[in-house]
């Protein structure tokens, strides 16, 4: 019973003292919060010492007094208690140093007075002074230091009421700490992320009798949902989903515990989540951040239809996100990508030198600073890359001589001959047969020369000479292509033309071509440069070349000559520039082969070496 709302306070000390009898009992097993005990012991020591009011002081350490609770209210506005309201500090002053104080009002006399009694009780923390000042009014002196031994018998009443509530407070902790034991055991058996959160939300749920209770995690500056109570599988598009990520994006941003409806006397700002309590229908909630390093990675959001969610609920809540945070934060790494997991690296020790605050906006703004001066004032060696072609100075074309049948082939593409070494013979079997009839022809128009020498006939001697003449040219003409029967190189080459080992015996007419051997000791390069790059390019400028089919090697070359005029090359402009190898050819260069050439044109800049295509461009479109 709260008496500081009585209508009718009893009239005489000795009806006091046992109101004040009645509620001693109760004051003296009191477990209710600190504002209603400290109510109750005021009204009841008032009573006790027969007083008509009471007024308990609080006194910090070189502080001056404070008047924190009185009865009845409105001690200052009640007739007659005026002078003791203005004397009551002074007493209280005067008892600082000792256990109790009595002190007349209106002057020492025999008859009955007002006393002022005062009391310093005992309690169980080291702190402020706790005094109570008593108006005790027409009584005796004699009466009025019964009274204050009566309260100085309560001088502990206070000190026992704070160890009842540490030992309370104890007990609660225990359980606290005994029921996040098991929860911990029981989260413990989940080592994937997904299953950890929803088997946190639900075992809140069930432990704090709880509508429902949400995670939700961190990405980047928003609260992202990650399970809630009972539930499987949820809609990220949800209005509830939408509205609950907002609740628990207020208490990230304020970085503190949030409840629902709010003490009028909170700072804090919680129209998100007033908004999800009316939205869900709930009449309580409450959002707790959890933080590892002081930064908050999540939000735990419960919701509760039945009773409020009291200091109790908020210590449990508060002792379970301390505990459960490490592990949540190392399941939810562990379960992300591994590119996810090195950015998330990359960031901590980035932050160590630039601030955790926006990390990644200042790296950028590093790096593009960074880029930016290297574009400018950085440079290379630019190169002009053009495709090439392995071309020769000397390339012999053979033919066949005159019209016959192919009889032998010793070599084939791709073999590298000497100057003289045979590449194919022809069959000569009929040149022979006419070989030796023009040889009998020839005979025979020598003796019948004779013959009409002998004889003096002139005209016959003269026919067979003619006759004679004419087998011996015949002959000729058929020793001489005897003679090239026999194909030869003509220089050391290469055959670049000529798989004729499948053609033996074929015949053959005369101006056929038959082979192509190319030379290996004057190959160059035939570069096709595009007319966009060309004037870059000078007589003498070194450079590197790269065939197709040994792109890891590089051969160094250089410019020798530049081609005055311009060639159509699969619709564009380009112009042949010859380079020569500055080293000997390998023996497995053969002409014909092709590769991408680099040559060097000078030092450029970045920027330039990036841009200078699009600013032609530009140039030409604008014409600027």
């Keep these: 019973m709260n008496t500081a709302n009585m209508t009718e306070i009893p009239a005489s000390a000795a009806e006091r003292f046992e109101a004040g009898l009645q509620r001693l009992n109760t004051l003296r097993l009191f477990e209710g919060p600190p504002e209603e005990f400290w109510a109750l012991f005021q009204e009841t020591t008032t009573l006790l010492a027969g007083a008509r009011a009471g007024v308990l002081f609080r006194q910090e350490d070189g502080a001056p007094l404070q008047p924190v609770r009185q009865w009845p209210e409105h001690l200052h506005l009640q007739p007659g208690l005026q002078l003791f309201w203005r004397a009551a500090p002074e007493v209280a002053r005067a008892v600082a140093g000792r256990e109790a104080a009595l002190a007349p009002l209106n002057g020492a006399g025999k008859g009955p007075g007002s006393y002022a009694l005062a009391v310093r009780w005992e309690t169980a923390e080291p702190g402020p002074r706790l005094i109570s000042v008593f108006y005790l009014e027409s009584a005796s002196e004699v009466q009025a230091a019964a009274a204050l031994r009566h309260l100085r018998l309560m001088a502990d009443t206070p000190r026992l009421y704070q160890l009842r509530q540490r030992v309370q407070q104890a007990r609660e902790t225990l359980g606290q700490l005994a029921s996040v034991t098991d929860l911990m055991a029981v989260l413990n058996a989940h080592d994937r992320f997904p299953a950890l959160a929803l088997a946190l939300v639900n075992e809140l749920a069930g432990r704090l009798e709880c509508t429902r209770v949400a995670l939700g995690w961190r990405r980047g500056p928003y609260i992202r949902l990650q399970a809630i109570s009972h539930t499987d599988r949820f809609e990220r598009k949800m209005e509830a989903v939408r509205r609950l990520e907002q609740a628990m994006e207020e208490a990230m941003d304020q970085n503190d515990i949030l409840r629902w409806p709010a003490d009028p006397s909170d700072p804090h700002v919680t129209r998100d989540h007033a908004a999800l309590a009316a939205f869900q229908g709930v009449a309580y909630v409450i959002s707790v951040p959890l933080r590892v ?35 949540l934060a190392e399941r939810f790494e562990a379960d992300r990508w591994v590119g996810a997991r090195a950015a998330a690296a990359a960031r901590r020790r980035l932050a160590r030198w630039l601030g955790p605050e926006h990390t990644w906006a200042k790296v950028g703004a590093l790096a593009g600073v960074t880029a930016l001066a290297v574009l400018l004032l950085g440079g290379m060696t630019y190169r002009v890359e053009a495709p090439f072609e392995l071309q020769t100075e000397d390339v012999a074309v053979l033919t066949a001589p005159f019209a016959g049948y192919i009889a032998e082939v010793p070599h084939e593409v791709g073999d590298v001959v000497p100057s003289g070494d045979l590449l194919l013979s022809l069959d000569t079997r009929e040149l022979l047969l006419e070989e030796a009839a023009a040889l009998a022809d020839l005979d025979r128009a020598l003796r019948e020369a004779e013959k009409a020498r002998a004889a003096g006939a002139l005209a016959d001697m003269r026919v067979a000479e003619a006759q004679a003449r004419q087998a011996r040219a015949r002959l000729g003409l058929i020793r001489h292509r005897l003679s090239q029967a026999h194909l030869r190189s003509p220089f050391d080459g290469v055959v670049v033309e000529g798989d004729l080992k499948e053609h033996l015996g074929a015949p053959v007419r005369p101006g056929d071509p038959l082979f192509r051997v190319a030379r290996l000791d004057r190959l160059y390069f035939e570069c096709r440069v595009r007319e966009t790059d060309i004037h870059e390019v000078r007589p003498g400028a070194p450079g590197e070349v790269a065939f197709l089919s040994q792109p890891r090697l590089k051969f160094p070359v250089r410019v020798e000559r530049i081609e005055p005029a311009a060639q159509t090359h699969e619709g564009q402009n380009v112009y042949l520039v010859r380079c020569t190898t500055l080293d000997p050819p390998p023996e497995w260069w053969r002409p014909g082969m092709t590769g991408v050439a680099k040559l060097e044109v000078g030092h450029r800049t970045f920027f ?17």
């Design 293 to 327: 390093q002081g930064q908050v990675v999540g939000v735990l959001t419960c919701e509760r239809a039945n009773r409020p969610f009291g200091e109790t609920d908020q210590q449990f809540l508060g002792l379970v996100a301390e505990l459960v945070v490490r592990r």
């Design 608 to 624: 330039w070496i990036l841009t200078h295509r699009t600013v032609d461009f530009l140039r030409l479109f604008f014409w600027l």
